[in-house]
């Protein structure tokens, strides 16, 4: 089964090849300023890409996602895809949780405090997961920023260490790319963020093989 991993366009998804997949994951941040014009056009484009599911999460700069859930359910329902706010869904035979969440940073969208504000979120993932999709890395996986700081959720990298999923997806640094491991956790990381810093080029999507479980 072929995955096709993205994350943080900010309205540059047009420019996007993306080539036919099961599954198509976007793991936030597709909105430079977070209006609902901006997601309309967003949908738009997810719809009509070459997968047979679609799966996404909001991100820092999604506002209109925290702003009118409702709307944002609806207008994804209407687009024929599935959007993810802490909980999960099963696609083409596949678990994917997926979360918005990211440690507080300015007063950016669906920002918690590091500790035990952002925790309550985390321990909603449960354990079983094929992909975990997340806005934001955990603690020193791909989250170093080009001023050399780790900027990742030390409390997400618990949990993940815990539940274990095969795949974990997001994106919110955008310098960082590539995939990354640890010893002894099966889990593949992968920030999969498109965009450069500003005002460099775009990445191509990421493509990954994965069955589902038997």
Same mark, same amino acid.
């Given at each position: 089964m072929k995955l096709v991993l993205i994350s943080d366009t900010h309205r540059r998804h047009e420019e996007l090849e993306v080539p036919v997949c099961d599954v198509l994951i976007h793991a936030g941040d597709f909105s430079r300023r977070g209006k609902q014009e901006e997601l309309e056009s967003f949908l738009g484009w997810f719809s009509r890409c070459p997968a047979r599911e679609k799966v996404f999460v909001a991100g820092n700069h999604d506002f209109i996602c925290e702003r009118d859930p409702q709307l944002t359910r609806r207008l994804a329902h209407e687009a024929g895809v599935h959007y993810l706010d802490d909980e999960e869904v099963l696609v083409r035979g596949? &678990?994917?949780w997926g979360s918005p969440v990211t440690p507080r940073f300015g007063g950016m969208a669906f920002n918690r405090e590091r500790g035990a504000d952002i925790r309550t979120h985390w321990d909603l993932i449960p354990e079983g997961l094929d992909v975990l999709v997340t806005h934001g890395p955990p603690k020193c996986l791909g989250d170093r920023t080009f001023l050399g700081a780790h900027v990742g959720c030390e409390d997400l990298l618990?949990?993940?260490?815990?539940? &274990?999923?095969r795949l974990h997806v997001y994106g919110h640094i955008h310098e960082s790319p590539g995939e990354q491991s640890l010893p002894d956790v099966p889990t593949r990381f992968l920030n999969v963020s498109n965009c450069h810093l500003h005002p460099f080029g775009i990445r191509p999507p990421v493509e990954v093989e994965l069955d589902a479980r038997s």
């Open positions: 596949l &678990r994917v618990t949990r993940v260490k815990q539940v &274990r999923p």
